[in-house]
Protein backbone atom coordinates (compact mmCIF):
# COMPACT_ATOMS: atom_id res chain seq x y z
CA UNK A 1 0.00 0.00 0.00
CA UNK A 2 1.58 3.16 -0.95
CA UNK A 3 1.38 5.83 1.49
CA UNK A 4 -1.17 8.90 1.28
CA UNK A 5 0.61 12.39 0.52
CA UNK A 6 0.79 14.39 3.29
CA UNK A 7 -1.66 17.12 3.00
CA UNK A 8 -0.53 20.87 1.32
CA UNK A 9 0.21 24.09 3.07
CA UNK A 10 -2.75 25.96 4.37
CA UNK A 11 -4.33 28.61 6.43
CA UNK A 12 -4.76 28.70 10.33
CA UNK A 13 -6.46 31.47 12.25
CA UNK A 14 -5.56 32.10 15.73
CA UNK A 15 -8.67 32.07 17.72
CA UNK A 16 -7.12 32.27 21.23
CA UNK A 17 -4.16 32.64 22.90
CA UNK A 18 -3.21 32.61 26.29
CA UNK A 19 0.38 31.51 28.79
CA UNK A 20 -0.22 28.36 30.37
CA UNK A 21 2.93 29.23 32.26
CA UNK A 22 5.97 31.85 31.92
CA UNK A 23 7.77 30.02 29.42
CA UNK A 24 4.97 28.67 27.49
CA UNK A 25 2.35 29.85 24.77
CA UNK A 26 -0.82 28.35 23.91
CA UNK A 27 -2.21 29.01 20.66
CA UNK A 28 -5.89 27.78 19.63
CA UNK A 29 -6.62 27.91 15.80
CA UNK A 30 -9.47 27.50 13.17
CA UNK A 31 -8.52 25.77 9.75
CA UNK A 32 -11.25 25.12 7.18
CA UNK A 33 -11.86 21.57 6.49
CA UNK A 34 -9.54 20.39 8.85
CA UNK A 35 -8.88 16.37 8.34
CA UNK A 36 -8.92 14.00 11.15
CA UNK A 37 -6.03 14.00 13.61
CA UNK A 38 -4.87 10.99 16.07
CA UNK A 39 -3.77 12.07 19.62
CA UNK A 40 0.21 12.11 19.23
CA UNK A 41 0.42 13.79 15.85
CA UNK A 42 1.70 17.12 15.52
CA UNK A 43 1.56 20.04 12.19
CA UNK A 44 4.20 22.40 11.09
CA UNK A 45 3.88 26.16 11.67
CA UNK A 46 5.77 28.08 8.89
CA UNK A 47 6.49 32.02 9.11
CA UNK A 48 7.02 33.84 6.26
CA UNK A 49 8.41 37.82 6.01
CA UNK A 50 7.91 40.50 3.41
CA UNK A 51 11.44 38.78 1.55
CA UNK A 52 10.11 35.26 1.45
CA UNK A 53 12.48 34.02 4.21
CA UNK A 54 10.38 31.42 5.80
CA UNK A 55 11.01 29.37 9.19
CA UNK A 56 8.73 26.50 9.88
CA UNK A 57 9.22 24.28 13.27
CA UNK A 58 6.78 20.72 14.11
CA UNK A 59 4.40 21.09 17.09
CA UNK A 60 2.30 18.26 18.63
CA UNK A 61 -1.31 18.68 18.85
CA UNK A 62 -2.85 19.50 22.09
CA UNK A 63 -6.12 18.44 20.68
CA UNK A 64 -8.64 15.83 20.45
CA UNK A 65 -9.53 15.74 16.60
CA UNK A 66 -13.53 16.51 17.49
CA UNK A 67 -12.76 19.42 18.98
CA UNK A 68 -13.75 22.66 16.99
CA UNK A 69 -9.99 24.08 17.03
CA UNK A 70 -6.83 22.97 16.63
CA UNK A 71 -4.46 23.86 20.11
CA UNK A 72 -1.00 23.92 20.31
CA UNK A 73 1.52 24.30 23.14
CA UNK A 74 4.60 26.22 22.08
CA UNK A 75 7.84 26.69 24.99
CA UNK A 76 9.72 29.45 24.58
CA UNK A 77 13.29 28.87 23.39
CA UNK A 78 16.15 30.77 24.00
CA UNK A 79 16.96 33.01 20.46
CA UNK A 80 13.72 30.89 19.38
CA UNK A 81 12.92 32.45 16.09
CA UNK A 82 9.71 30.90 15.67
CA UNK A 83 8.92 30.44 19.39
CA UNK A 84 9.46 33.88 20.40
CA UNK A 85 7.37 34.95 17.84
CA UNK A 86 4.52 32.82 18.56
CA UNK A 87 4.97 34.03 21.85
CA UNK A 88 5.68 37.49 21.78
CA UNK A 89 4.01 38.82 18.57
CA UNK A 90 1.50 36.85 16.94
CA UNK A 91 -1.94 37.98 17.86
CA UNK A 92 -5.64 36.72 18.48
CA UNK A 93 -6.65 37.25 14.44
CA UNK A 94 -3.13 36.33 12.91
CA UNK A 95 -3.33 33.92 10.17
CA UNK A 96 -0.52 31.26 10.07
CA UNK A 97 0.56 28.81 7.52
CA UNK A 98 0.24 25.04 8.85
CA UNK A 99 0.83 21.75 6.97
CA UNK A 100 -0.42 18.42 9.06
CA UNK A 101 -1.35 15.90 10.67
CA UNK A 102 2.29 14.18 10.35
CA UNK A 103 3.33 11.34 12.30
CA UNK A 104 2.06 7.80 11.75
CA UNK A 105 4.20 5.87 14.84
CA UNK A 106 3.91 8.58 17.89
CA UNK A 107 0.11 7.94 17.89
CA UNK A 108 -2.61 6.16 19.97
CA UNK A 109 -5.37 3.96 18.33
CA UNK A 110 -7.86 4.82 21.15
CA UNK A 111 -7.96 0.51 21.75
CA UNK A 112 -4.11 -0.37 23.01
CA UNK A 113 -3.53 -0.30 26.93
CA UNK A 114 -0.81 2.51 26.91
CA UNK A 115 0.80 4.29 29.11
CA UNK A 116 2.34 8.56 28.65
CA UNK A 117 5.38 8.56 30.20
CA UNK A 118 5.85 12.72 29.76
CA UNK A 119 8.13 15.76 31.05
CA UNK A 120 7.93 19.22 30.45
CA UNK A 121 6.22 20.25 27.29
CA UNK A 122 6.54 16.78 26.45
CA UNK A 123 3.31 16.51 28.14
CA UNK A 124 1.18 17.81 25.07
CA UNK A 125 1.18 14.69 22.87
CA UNK A 126 -0.51 12.98 26.32
CA UNK A 127 -2.82 15.77 26.63
CA UNK A 128 -4.30 14.72 23.17
CA UNK A 129 -4.56 10.81 24.12
CA UNK A 130 -5.94 12.04 27.20
CA UNK A 131 -8.80 14.16 25.78
CA UNK A 132 -9.58 11.43 22.88
CA UNK A 133 -9.68 8.77 25.85
CA UNK A 134 -12.22 10.88 27.45
CA UNK A 135 -14.08 11.47 24.22
CA UNK A 136 -14.00 7.69 23.82
CA UNK A 137 -15.25 6.53 27.47
CA UNK A 138 -11.74 4.78 27.36
CA UNK A 139 -9.46 6.51 30.30
CA UNK A 140 -9.13 2.71 31.69
CA UNK A 141 -7.10 2.55 28.86
CA UNK A 142 -4.74 5.12 29.15
CA UNK A 143 -2.77 5.64 32.35
CA UNK A 144 -0.27 9.39 32.27
CA UNK A 145 2.73 9.90 34.57
CA UNK A 146 4.00 13.30 33.75
CA UNK A 147 6.90 15.22 35.38
CA UNK A 148 6.96 18.76 35.67
CA UNK A 149 9.68 20.84 37.74
CA UNK A 150 7.02 22.33 39.55
CA UNK A 151 2.69 22.55 39.72
CA UNK A 152 3.03 26.20 38.12
CA UNK A 153 5.67 25.61 35.87
CA UNK A 154 4.18 22.57 34.12
CA UNK A 155 1.19 23.48 31.50
CA UNK A 156 -1.82 21.39 31.69
CA UNK A 157 -1.24 20.14 35.26
CA UNK A 158 -4.49 20.79 36.14
CA UNK A 159 -6.20 19.23 33.46
CA UNK A 160 -3.79 15.93 34.26
CA UNK A 161 -4.30 16.05 37.63
CA UNK A 162 -8.40 16.03 36.64
CA UNK A 163 -7.52 13.04 34.28
CA UNK A 164 -6.09 11.04 37.49
CA UNK A 165 -2.42 11.14 36.44
CA UNK A 166 0.20 10.44 38.68
CA UNK A 167 2.40 13.46 38.59
CA UNK A 168 6.29 13.73 39.68
CA UNK A 169 8.01 17.37 40.45
CA UNK A 170 11.73 17.64 40.97
CA UNK A 171 12.20 20.90 42.01
CA UNK A 172 8.58 21.14 44.47
CA UNK A 173 7.82 19.09 47.70
CA UNK A 174 4.31 18.36 47.24
CA UNK A 175 2.45 16.52 49.51
CA UNK A 176 5.02 14.61 51.51
CA UNK A 177 6.61 13.99 48.15
CA UNK A 178 10.63 14.42 48.36
CA UNK A 179 11.34 16.32 44.91
CA UNK A 180 12.17 14.24 41.72
CA UNK A 181 11.46 12.11 38.84
CA UNK A 182 9.47 8.95 39.27
CA UNK A 183 11.42 6.18 40.66
CA UNK A 184 11.07 2.44 39.29
CA UNK A 185 8.89 1.44 42.17
CA UNK A 186 6.71 4.17 41.65
CA UNK A 187 6.24 3.99 38.37
CA UNK A 188 6.17 -0.17 38.43
CA UNK A 189 2.26 -0.78 39.18
CA UNK A 190 1.54 1.66 35.96
CA UNK A 191 3.44 -0.19 33.72
CA UNK A 192 1.42 -3.16 34.72
CA UNK A 193 -1.17 -4.55 31.23
CA UNK A 194 0.46 -1.62 28.98
CA UNK A 195 1.09 -2.81 25.57
CA UNK A 196 2.49 0.75 24.52
CA UNK A 197 4.42 3.29 26.34
CA UNK A 198 5.10 6.62 24.82
CA UNK A 199 7.85 8.41 26.10
CA UNK A 200 8.39 12.29 25.14
CA UNK A 201 10.23 15.14 26.34
CA UNK A 202 13.65 16.74 26.06
CA UNK A 203 16.73 14.71 25.24
CA UNK A 204 17.30 14.25 28.66
CA UNK A 205 14.34 13.14 30.03
CA UNK A 206 13.40 10.85 27.08
CA UNK A 207 16.90 8.82 28.22
CA UNK A 208 15.44 8.87 31.53
CA UNK A 209 11.92 7.82 30.59
CA UNK A 210 13.02 4.88 28.40
CA UNK A 211 15.95 3.52 31.35
CA UNK A 212 12.95 3.67 33.51
CA UNK A 213 10.35 1.72 31.47
CA UNK A 214 12.97 -0.68 30.67
CA UNK A 215 13.83 -1.45 34.49
CA UNK A 216 10.22 -1.70 35.06
CA UNK A 217 10.20 -4.35 33.12
CA UNK A 218 8.87 -3.00 29.78
CA UNK A 219 10.01 -4.78 26.42
CA UNK A 220 12.13 -2.39 24.25
CA UNK A 221 9.97 -2.76 20.99
CA UNK A 222 6.71 -1.39 22.76
CA UNK A 223 8.56 1.97 24.02
CA UNK A 224 7.93 4.83 21.71
CA UNK A 225 10.03 7.95 21.93
CA UNK A 226 9.71 11.44 21.33
CA UNK A 227 12.64 13.38 21.73
CA UNK A 228 12.75 17.71 20.95
CA UNK A 229 15.14 20.03 21.63
CA UNK A 230 19.65 20.27 21.69
CA UNK A 231 21.22 17.05 23.72
CA UNK A 232 22.40 19.67 26.25
CA UNK A 233 26.19 18.70 25.76
CA UNK B 1 1.09 32.53 0.25
CA UNK B 2 0.16 35.19 3.15
CA UNK B 3 3.14 37.36 4.84
CA UNK B 4 2.64 36.77 8.24
CA UNK B 5 2.27 39.66 10.34
CA UNK B 6 5.17 41.25 12.16
CA UNK B 7 7.77 38.70 11.34
CA UNK B 8 11.42 39.51 9.87
CA UNK B 9 14.40 37.47 9.24
CA UNK B 10 16.30 37.54 12.14
CA UNK B 11 19.12 35.17 11.20
CA UNK B 12 21.79 36.30 9.11
CA UNK B 13 21.25 35.18 5.82
CA UNK B 14 23.52 32.33 5.18
CA UNK B 15 26.70 31.48 2.59
CA UNK B 16 24.47 31.49 -0.79
CA UNK B 17 23.76 28.09 -1.88
CA UNK B 18 24.41 26.40 1.51
CA UNK B 19 21.15 26.22 3.06
CA UNK B 20 18.22 23.60 1.34
CA UNK B 21 15.45 25.40 1.51
CA UNK B 22 13.29 25.21 4.47
CA UNK B 23 15.81 24.38 6.49
CA UNK B 24 17.89 26.49 9.77
CA UNK B 25 21.32 26.37 10.91
CA UNK B 26 21.49 25.49 14.38
CA UNK B 27 24.84 26.20 14.94
CA UNK B 28 26.42 24.46 17.94
CA UNK B 29 23.48 22.55 19.13
CA UNK B 30 23.21 19.06 17.45
CA UNK B 31 19.18 18.16 18.09
CA UNK B 32 18.45 14.28 19.33
CA UNK B 33 15.65 12.83 17.05
CA UNK B 34 14.31 9.12 17.37
CA UNK B 35 11.54 6.93 17.81
CA UNK B 36 12.71 4.59 19.60
CA UNK B 37 15.04 3.34 23.04
CA UNK B 38 18.51 3.67 22.52
CA UNK B 39 19.79 0.36 22.46
CA UNK B 40 22.43 -0.91 24.80
CA UNK B 41 24.20 -3.45 23.02
CA UNK B 42 28.04 -2.83 23.74
CA UNK B 43 30.05 -1.65 20.65
CA UNK B 44 32.40 -4.55 20.73
CA UNK B 45 29.35 -6.77 20.17
CA UNK B 46 28.55 -5.05 17.56
CA UNK B 47 28.09 -6.95 13.72
CA UNK B 48 27.35 -5.25 10.21
CA UNK B 49 26.06 -7.36 7.55
CA UNK B 50 25.56 -6.58 3.73
CA UNK B 51 22.71 -9.24 2.11
CA UNK B 52 20.30 -9.92 -0.11
CA UNK B 53 20.81 -8.85 -3.63
CA UNK B 54 25.11 -9.81 -3.49
CA UNK B 55 27.33 -12.59 -4.62
CA UNK B 56 29.03 -12.96 -1.59
CA UNK B 57 26.58 -12.14 1.86
CA UNK B 58 28.80 -10.80 4.48
CA UNK B 59 28.95 -10.04 8.16
CA UNK B 60 31.71 -7.79 9.96
CA UNK B 61 32.60 -8.13 13.79
CA UNK B 62 33.35 -4.36 15.15
CA UNK B 63 37.02 -5.25 15.10
CA UNK B 64 36.78 -6.41 11.32
CA UNK B 65 34.41 -2.98 10.52
CA UNK B 66 37.39 -0.51 11.93
CA UNK B 67 39.85 -2.27 10.24
CA UNK B 68 38.79 -0.91 6.61
CA UNK B 69 40.93 1.91 5.52
CA UNK B 70 39.37 5.11 6.58
CA UNK B 71 37.49 7.35 4.87
CA UNK B 72 36.05 10.64 6.26
CA UNK B 73 33.11 13.22 5.16
CA UNK B 74 33.66 16.74 5.66
CA UNK B 75 30.60 18.74 5.22
CA UNK B 76 26.95 19.74 5.99
CA UNK B 77 24.02 17.65 7.19
CA UNK B 78 20.24 18.45 7.01
CA UNK B 79 17.31 17.08 9.23
CA UNK B 80 13.73 17.18 7.97
CA UNK B 81 12.69 18.89 10.99
CA UNK B 82 13.98 21.91 9.16
CA UNK B 83 17.40 21.97 11.15
CA UNK B 84 20.90 22.16 9.18
CA UNK B 85 24.58 21.79 11.08
CA UNK B 86 27.55 22.85 9.13
CA UNK B 87 31.24 21.46 8.84
CA UNK B 88 30.88 18.15 10.56
CA UNK B 89 33.31 15.59 10.40
CA UNK B 90 32.53 11.90 10.49
CA UNK B 91 34.73 9.14 10.29
CA UNK B 92 34.33 5.33 9.16
CA UNK B 93 34.27 3.30 5.94
CA UNK B 94 32.64 4.15 2.40
CA UNK B 95 29.71 1.79 1.59
CA UNK B 96 31.59 1.60 -1.87
CA UNK B 97 34.29 -0.31 0.72
CA UNK B 98 31.64 -2.87 2.07
CA UNK B 99 30.12 -3.55 -1.56
CA UNK B 100 33.20 -4.15 -3.12
CA UNK B 101 33.81 -6.96 -0.92
CA UNK B 102 29.52 -8.17 -0.99
CA UNK B 103 29.53 -7.86 -4.73
CA UNK B 104 25.95 -6.74 -5.50
CA UNK B 105 24.41 -8.29 -8.38
CA UNK B 106 23.38 -6.41 -11.26
CA UNK B 107 19.32 -6.78 -9.84
CA UNK B 108 20.17 -4.97 -6.77
CA UNK B 109 18.71 -1.48 -7.63
CA UNK B 110 17.71 -0.78 -3.68
CA UNK B 111 18.68 -1.07 0.05
CA UNK B 112 16.78 -1.38 3.12
CA UNK B 113 19.10 -0.41 5.72
CA UNK B 114 18.67 -1.81 9.31
CA UNK B 115 19.07 -0.61 12.93
CA UNK B 116 19.61 -3.10 15.92
CA UNK B 117 16.19 -1.72 17.04
CA UNK B 118 14.39 -2.79 14.09
CA UNK B 119 14.12 0.72 12.69
CA UNK B 120 14.67 0.53 8.44
CA UNK B 121 15.20 3.23 6.14
CA UNK B 122 15.19 2.72 2.32
CA UNK B 123 17.61 4.23 0.00
CA UNK B 124 18.43 3.74 -4.45
CA UNK B 125 21.98 2.07 -4.63
CA UNK B 126 22.89 4.53 -6.31
CA UNK B 127 22.31 7.17 -3.15
CA UNK B 128 24.98 4.97 -1.24
CA UNK B 129 27.80 4.22 -4.12
CA UNK B 130 30.41 6.83 -5.40
CA UNK B 131 31.60 8.41 -2.66
CA UNK B 132 28.29 9.50 -1.17
CA UNK B 133 27.35 7.61 1.76
CA UNK B 134 29.62 5.92 4.86
CA UNK B 135 28.73 3.80 7.98
CA UNK B 136 30.74 6.03 10.39
CA UNK B 137 31.68 5.64 14.26
CA UNK B 138 33.68 8.99 14.50
CA UNK B 139 32.29 12.50 14.58
CA UNK B 140 34.34 15.13 14.88
CA UNK B 141 37.12 12.60 16.25
CA UNK B 142 35.74 11.52 19.35
CA UNK B 143 33.63 8.14 19.13
CA UNK B 144 30.20 8.62 18.03
CA UNK B 145 27.69 9.33 21.03
CA UNK B 146 25.07 6.73 21.74
CA UNK B 147 22.29 9.38 21.28
CA UNK B 148 23.51 10.48 17.81
CA UNK B 149 23.38 6.53 16.43
CA UNK B 150 27.25 4.99 18.07
CA UNK B 151 28.24 2.82 17.81
CA UNK B 152 27.56 2.41 14.25
CA UNK B 153 25.66 5.08 12.04
CA UNK B 154 24.76 5.22 8.20
CA UNK B 155 25.50 8.63 7.24
CA UNK B 156 24.45 9.93 3.86
CA UNK B 157 24.64 13.33 4.31
CA UNK B 158 23.47 14.18 0.78
CA UNK B 159 19.80 13.20 1.35
CA UNK B 160 17.43 14.13 5.13
CA UNK B 161 19.19 13.00 7.70
CA UNK B 162 16.80 10.27 8.66
CA UNK B 163 17.77 8.60 5.62
CA UNK B 164 21.35 7.98 7.93
CA UNK B 165 20.20 5.05 10.47
CA UNK B 166 21.39 5.44 13.81
CA UNK B 167 22.66 1.95 15.29
CA UNK B 168 23.03 0.36 11.79
CA UNK B 169 23.06 -3.49 11.78
CA UNK B 170 22.44 -4.59 8.06
CA UNK B 171 22.38 -3.44 4.67
CA UNK B 172 20.17 -5.28 2.70
CA UNK B 173 20.05 -5.41 -1.06
CA UNK B 174 16.95 -5.31 -3.33
CA UNK B 175 15.81 -5.37 -6.70
CA UNK B 176 12.39 -3.38 -5.89
CA UNK B 177 12.18 -0.42 -3.19
CA UNK B 178 10.51 -1.25 -0.08
CA UNK B 179 9.65 1.60 2.36
CA UNK B 180 11.55 1.57 5.74
CA UNK B 181 10.40 2.54 8.75
CA UNK B 182 9.61 6.60 8.37
CA UNK B 183 8.58 6.02 4.98
CA UNK B 184 5.63 3.94 6.10
CA UNK B 185 4.61 6.76 7.80
CA UNK B 186 4.51 9.71 6.03
CA UNK B 187 8.09 10.81 5.07
CA UNK B 188 9.39 11.02 1.33
CA UNK B 189 10.85 7.45 0.12
CA UNK B 190 14.15 9.80 -1.41
CA UNK B 191 14.29 12.62 0.75
CA UNK B 192 16.48 15.26 -1.24
CA UNK B 193 16.57 18.12 0.77
CA UNK B 194 17.58 20.48 -2.22
CA UNK B 195 14.07 19.52 -3.46
CA UNK B 196 12.21 19.78 -0.49
CA UNK B 197 11.55 16.08 -0.60
CA UNK B 198 9.95 15.67 3.26
CA UNK B 199 6.76 13.96 2.73
CA UNK B 200 4.84 11.73 0.90
CA UNK B 201 3.60 13.71 -2.37
CA UNK B 202 6.75 16.34 -2.16
Same mark, same amino acid.
Given at each position: MAPAPLAAWTDGRIIEKDHPTAHTVRLRMHVDDRPFHLPGQHYLIRLRAPDGYTAQRSYSVASDSDDPLLEFLVERQPDGEVSEFLADVAEVGDVLELRGPIGRWFVWDGRTPALCLVGGTGVVPAVAMARTARRLGRTDLLRIAAVGRAPDELAYAPELQRYGADLAWTRADVDGRAPGAFTADELAPLVEGVGIAYACGSARFASYAEELLLACGLDASSIRVERFGPTGD | MPVTRGFQRRRPEPERGRLPPGQYDTG &??????? %? !? #???QQPAEAWQLTVDGLVDSPHT? &?? $? !? =????? /????? /?? =??????? $??? +??????? &?? +? +??? !?? %?SPTDEAAYVLAHSVTG???????ADVTGGKAWVVWE? +? /?????????????????????????????????? #? !???AGFWEQNGYHDRGDPWLEQRYQGD
Open positions: - | &SSWPVLT %A !E #ATPW &SW $S !E =IRAFP /GSTYV /GD =IHCVTTW $SKF +DMTFSGV &SV +D +DLL !EV %AYTTNLPLV +D /GKPLPRQHGGPLRLLVPHLYFWKSAKWVSRLKLM #A !EDR
